[in-house]
């Protein structure tokens, strides 16, 4: 589904990726781990196509057959949301405060799919229970500051699920969240993965959420893949010292939980 080859990228002569290789396959979660700075959230916006201005890139990034470097800009922006979406670390900054949860649904699907007002707001209800938030009807008409944080990130997961694209990429989801919270959410992305067949880079500093609802996980350090393989590999019986420094830094209690 999603195939990133080489992918090389360099910021005002700053190298950012050095030579990045993923393979995401569809109806999988693919764990991109590594500490601040490694280059995990810079590869997930280098598949959108939304690098600072300046930014050189080489390599190729491909959605099934297409070379995403290869696209112009208008072809870029309707894969962007249409068929690739992204799911942001703080649903307070993604969400547009001044706009109800129903318009920022329904103007998305209008633009990317063509819906009428009707067909769009029938979408977004549905999108809305998909993702657990009761009442979806009337949450329809409310604005983001009337919900929880937890349940914020789920109208953002419904946002970014509005014109069924093919990979999700969800950058630290739940670094935001308090644990109890982290769990549903870390379901939900597990929950629709399974039903929609969804591929799903879950972009995150921390092994322990990989080990909750990751398939396959792929370790950066210092923009490259250092390792990757079967999550229950990486984890238990890791093959690169960076990676068992990582799975050391965790708690005892999330170690053993990994273990088991």
Known sequence: ?????????????????????????????HGLAGESGSGKTMTGLAVLGLL??????????????????????????????????MVFQDPATSLHPMLTIGKQLTEHMRHHLGLGKAEAKARAVELL???RIPGAEEAFGRYP?????GMRQRIAIAIALACSPKVLIADEPTTA???????????????????????????????????????????????????????????TNPGHAY?????????????????S
């Open 52 to 85: 600072p201005h300046g930014a050189r890139t080489t390599g190729r990034i491909a959605l099934g057959e297409r070379d995403l470097l290869a696209l112009t800009p208008k072809e870029l922006n309707k894969v962007r949301g249409g068929e690739v979406a």
């Open 177 to 235: 969240l308090d644990v109890t919270v982290q769990a549903g959410i870390l379901r939900l992305l597990r929950g629709l993965c399974d039903e929609l067949g969804l591929a799903i880079v879950l972009v995150t500093h921390d092994l322990g959420v990989m080990s909750a609802v990751a398939d396959q996980v792929s370790v950066m350090k210092d923009g490259l893949v250092v390792e990757s393989g079967p999550r229950a590999q990486v984890l």
């Open 243 to 259: 990676t068992r420094a990582l799975l050391d830094s965790l708690p005892e209690s999330r170690t053993t939980q990994e273990g």
């Open 145 to 149: 500051h009337q919900f929880s944080g």
């Open 1 to 29: 589904m999603l195939n990133i080859t080489d992918l090389k990228i360099a910021i005002r002569g700053k190298e950012i990726l050095r030579g990045v290789d993923l393979a995401v396959e569809p109806g999988t979660v």
């Open 129 to 131: 229970g998909k993702v």
